[in-house]
T-cell receptor
Framework: GESVGLHLPTLSVQEGDNSIINCAYS??????FIWYKQESGKGPQFIID?????DKRQGQRVTVLLNKTVKHLSLQIAATQPGDSAVYFC???????????FGTGTRLQVFP | ETGVTQTPRHLVMGMTNKKSLKCEQH?????MYWYKQSAKKPLELMFV???????ENNSVPSRFSPECPNSSHLFLHLHTLQPEDSALYLC???????????FGQGTRLTVV
């Protein structure tokens, strides 16, 4: 993707460690949130979502945490693998709109 | 394969040319989106269509003209573009507006 040219925040982790990627969202009226993964040359791929009536949701090896008080979202990846290396975006849906707004992204690098 | 297909994958056009980007989704979704991904802004929402009606226009210049003839097809007509319009243009679809969106692989546009 085009994020290669950006000065993105980068998280470097060793294979097997847990990763935590953070996102601050902007609009308190947002009530639905999604994490996407984008690998080089591909479009963003859905990982996990959460609605504002929840604080936590778990998937396979991933957990999303939502703190509405401080408008903060995090993605936890357990036992990070080299295939997890990508740029990760959070996205928010503004209540009662069709808008899906993306954050700036974080690059995850996994070292053997 | 995400079920969202974009053509062409690459496009080089002059500033006086007219071209169109095409997106087709095979997921039975009702909403379709155009995003621009560049080195300056990671994923910038351009337009949203829901049930063939445009519901969001994110202050996009008129040299970009979207068309949605039915819920499965979305076009982006381009004319008199500028070099700064060079970017990856991503199409996405979702069941309803603002929900989990599935992305195509994008059209990499270069304006010369």
């Amino acid at each position: 993707g085009e994020s290669v040219g950006l000065h993105l925040p980068t998280l470097s982790v060793q294979e097997g460690d847990n990763s935590i990627i953070n996102c601050a969202y902007s609009n308190s009226a947002s009530d639905y949130f999604i994490w996407y993964k984008q690998e080089s040359g591909k479009g963003p791929q859905f990982i996990i979502d959460i609605r504002s009536n929840m604080d936590k949701r778990q998937g396979q090896r991933v957990t999303v945490l939502l703190n509405k008080t401080v408008k903060h979202l995090s993605l936890q990846i357990a036992a990070t693998q080299p295939g997890d290396s990508a740029v990760y975006f959070c996205a928010e849906n503004l209540h009662n709109t069709d808008k899906l707004i993306f954050g700036t992204g974080t690059r995850l690098q996994v070292f053997p | 394969e995400t079920g969202v297909t974009q053509t062409p994958r690459h496009l080089v056009m002059g500033m006086t040319n007219k071209k169109s980007l095409k997106c087709e989704q095979h997921l039975g979704h009702n909403a379709m989106y155009w995003y621009k991904q560049s080195a300056k802004k990671p994923l910038e929402l351009m337009f949203v269509y829901n049930f063939k009606e445009q519901t969001e226009n994110n202050s996009v210049p008129s040299r970009f003209s979207p068309e949605c003839p039915n819920s499965s097809h979305l076009f982006l007509h381009l004319h008199t573009l500028q070099p700064e319009d060079s970017a990856l243009y991503l199409c996405a679809s979702s069941q309803d507006g603002g929900t989990e969106a599935f992305f195509g692989q994008g059209t990499r546009l270069t304006v010369v």
